[in-house]
């Protein structure tokens, strides 16, 4: 079945520092590729999105590109505040049995980022 | 600005309990997840619908059932809980069925089996 896989956390980064959090993906179709953030007490959100194989998601300095050949989808930002200090989540959308569309997320990479 | 609304915020129930979850949007998406996040487990599919009364079993159905007698509203049901189903339960919806259209969250409900 499908599956989301990121890596381990947590990661914890000086202000400005730069970001990597890997995301690799098995899929039984072609699906599209997300990355959600949760904020401490708060609900997810829809934080970028690719669709295509070489699309480029990006977001409030947050980038990831939709590689077909590596199935994966790392997320990356160049200079982390302290308020990126949140969980991300690596998701993906692919058929279901029965037609519809399902979601599947990984289980999430707590992010700290100090003064 | 779409609303998804989750009935409980933190619900404590006993072992052996008919436990109902219900999740309203008000955007009329033809799609909703139930989903449960536990800690190093992220978030783990355990039923959606794409339609009225059609439902699809996800990663871990056991022990879940679903109702979707209104496109607003999905319930969850947990038959006879039990002490392994506490957890963060987390209801999305999604505008259509596509699969680039985002989820849109509730902000979850606590569920604690004692």
């Known amino acids: 079945g499908d599956s989301v896989t990121q890596m381990e956390g947590p990661v914890t980064l000086s202000e400005e520092a730069f970001l990597t959090i890997n995301c690799t993906y098995t899929?039984?179709?072609?699906?599209?590729l997300f990355w959600y953030v949760q904020y401490p007490g708060e609900g997810l959100q829809l934080l970028l999105k690719?669709?295509?194989?070489?699309d480029k998601g990006s977001n409030k300095g947050f980038e990831a590109t939709y590689r077909k050949e590596t199935t994966s989808f790392h997320l990356e930002k160049g200079s982390v505040q302290v308020s990126d200090s949140a969980v991300y989540f690596c998701?993906?959308?692919?058929?279901?049995?029965?037609?519809?569309?399902?979601?599947?997320f990984g289980a999430g990479t707590r992010l700290f980022v100090k003064a | 600005d779409v609303k998804v609304t989750q009935s409980s915020r933190y619900l404590v129930k006993r072992t052996g309990e008919k436990v109902f979850l219900e999740c309203v949007q008000d955007m009329d998406h033809e799609n909703m997840f139930w989903y449960r996040q536990d800690p190093g487990l992220g978030l783990r599919l355990i039923y959606f619908s794409y339609d009225v009364k059609m439902k699809e079993k996800g990663d871990i159905p056991e022990g879940y059932s679903v109702s979707r007698e209104k496109k607003e509203r999905f319930s969850l049901i947990l038959e006879s809980a039990s002490t392994n189903q506490t957890s963060m339960y987390l209801c999305?919806?999604?505008?259509?069925?596509?699969?680039?259209?985002?989820?849109?969250f509730g902000n979850g409900t606590r569920l604690t089996v004692t």
């Open positions: 998701a993906l959308s692919d058929r279901g049995l029965t037609g519809g569309f399902k979601t599947i």
């Open positions: 690719a669709t295509k194989a070489d």
């Open positions: 899929a039984t179709g072609y699906p599209s």
């Open positions: 999305a919806s999604r505008s259509r069925d596509t699969d680039y259209s985002p989820l849109h």
